[in-house]
């Protein structure tokens, strides 16, 4: 388990306390340079850089020839940036609020700024390790959190509305873990979602664990089968492995249904069918060049709905059907939905019958 959540702060030095609760700050501060807060940050934390990335560079480049010049130039770099966000930061809270800063390793960049906050009037405490004791907390927490729940895992082939059913469940109260939302991915070839780039791992790891701990472990936790990648990030192995022993919902709809979801969720590739088939060609050893052919004949055509529903039966649902048996093979506990419809009343009504089913 990571060290204890909500309870009194471990004090290991003065002002420096060990992982806790965040939320109980009115602030939290990351101290770090914009492109390390950008790979991972504790949630709600904002940046106040110390040093922006220019600057950090310049300053560890010269660190390696001559250290009293460059923590002179740090110093210079840190007091001007401090000075800059101090007003617009001060004018926010008054006295009574708590602040937490935190830098790589709760070292000098925490500091420069507890210190002036201090100064002001403020109480302040630094993350003890800062990020790297952060991030093993993040670790731990993953290995022994996905353990505590139980789950309902959404299967089905692409495009039958899993993910609609997890919003639906959602919306009517129930614990949902979407992970592909969390990973900015819908876990395929196809999955890329435009303009929105991936978190890096860290960062997923951070908001799949802030997610779990948003959980009462006395509800069950719906969520989708996914792969052991979403794109780019990797689930933990331990939530991977509690998936494939959890009771399974079979999820489907007909073909005229998961066609006109796929327009509406993939609307660049509706838009420009040529450019879905090209991001498929590395399936031409599975699928074969005849096949791929005639996708992007039925793409250069505008036959979307017809290329939609070739790729659908000629790949994703023979290669999720044989997954599905894989991972899940056949389980007593096992029900299936049929949705009809994905219009949001017949839904909303499938959703409840479901849940209610399954004590959700």
């Known amino acids: 388990m990571p060290p204890p959540i909500g309870t009194a702060a471990s004090l290991v030095h003065p002002h420096q306390i060990e992982v806790q609760e965040f939320s109980s700050y009115a602030l939290v501060i990351d101290a770090r340079s914009p492109h390390e807060y950008a790979e991972d940050h504790i949630p709600g934390a904002i940046n106040l850089p110390v040093v922006d990335d220019v600057e950090y560079a310049e300053v560890g480049t010269k660190h390696k020839s001559d250290k009293h010049a460059a923590y002179l130039i740090g110093v210079e770099y840190s007091l001007r940036n401090i000075a800059a966000n101090i007003k617009p930061l001060i004018a926010k809270y008054t006295p009574q609020d708590r602040f937490l800063v935190y830098c790589f390793r709760g070292g000098k960049r925490s500091r420069l700024w507890a210190d002036n906050l201090r100064t002001i009037g403020f109480e302040v405490d ?7 004791n952060y991030r093993r907390w993040v670790r731990a927490g993953l290995v022994s959190l996905p353990r505590t729940f139980t789950y309902r895992v959404l299967c089905g082939p692409t495009g039958c509305g899993k993910t609609r059913v997890l919003h639906e469940l959602a919306r009517q109260g129930h614990q949902v873990l979407e992970l592909e939302g969390l990973a900015s991915h819908r876990g395929s070839l196809l999955g890329d979602l435009p303009g929105q780039p991936q978190p890096t791992q860290k960062l997923f790891d951070t908001m799949l664990l802030d997610t779990l701990r948003r959980f009462d472990a006395r509800r069950p936790v719906w969520l989708e089968a996914e792969s052991k990648k979403i794109g780019n990030v990797q689930l933990p192995e331990v939530l991977y492995e509690a998936m494939h022993y959890s009771p399974v919902v079979n999820v489907v709809a007909p073909m005229a249904e998961r066609v006109n979801l796929w327009r509406e969720d993939y609307p660049h590739f509706a838009a420009d069918p040529v450019a879905m088939v090209k991001k498929l060609e ?6 074969g060049k005849e096949v791929l052919s005639e996708w992007m004949r039925l793409a250069t055509i505008g036959q979307v709905n017809e290329l939609f529903k070739s790729v659908m039966t000629r790949h994703y649902d023979p290669c999720y059907a044989r997954s599905t048996r894989h991972h899940y ?9 049929e949705l009809q419809s994905l219009d949001q ?10 849940a209610g089913e399954f004590n959700g």
């Not at 630094?126 to 790297?132: P, S």
């Not at 590395?282 to 699928?287: A, D, H």
């Not at 093979?329 to 939905?337: I, K, L, M, N, S």
Request: glycine share 10%; no cysteine; proline share 9%.
């Open 126 to 132: 630094v993350l003890a390790g800062g990020w790297k």
């Open 282 to 287: 590395p399936l031409k050893p599975l699928v």
């Open 329 to 337: 093979g056949v389980r007593v506990e096992e029900e299936t939905v």
């Open 345 to 354: 009343p017949r839904l909303a009504e499938a959703v409840r019958r479901l």
